[in-house]
Nanobody, 117 residues
Framework: VQLVESGGGTVQPGGSLRLSCAAS????????MTWVRQAPGKGLEWVSS????????NYADSVKGRFTISRDNAKNTMYVQMNSLKPEDTAVYYC???????????WGQGTQVTVSS
């Protein structure tokens, strides 16, 4: 199993970024997928999850209305579109296979997002 995040970078407050998570080594379309982030000096924070078919999504209150999770099962890829970014969104963003109920068994290496003027 391999999960590879991409799309991170530095953006000004109010800007946007789209992160991608390319999956391989398992039947991607069968599994919930999740984005988790870790801000500097803080613990892991769940951001958003999406069910196997993409029809059910959940968001942390801190990102609701600004972030949109999606997936393309034909491309074995999950995305998160992040709009109206704030400095407090600065973190390393990880994709993980699973969700908070069943647990996470595989993680990507993370991609850095920095929101700064």
């Amino acid at each position: 199993v391999q999960l590879v995040e991409s799309g991170g970078g530095t953006v000004q407050p109010g800007g946007s970024l789209r992160l991608s998570c390319a999956a391989s080594g398992f039947t991607f379309s069968n599994y919930y997928m999740t984005w988790v982030r870790q801000a500097p000096g803080k613990g892991l924070e769940w951001v958003s999850s999406i069910n196997s078919g993409g029809g059910t999504t959940n968001y942390a209150d801190s990102v609701k209305g600004r972030f949109t999770i999606s997936r393309d099962n034909a491309k074995n890829t999950m995305y998160v579109q992040m709009n109206s970014l704030k400095p407090e969104d600065t973190a390393v963003y990880y994709c993980a296979k699973g969700n908070s109920i069943i647990g996470y068994d595989y993680w990507g290496q993370g991609t850095q997002v920095t929101v700064s003027s």
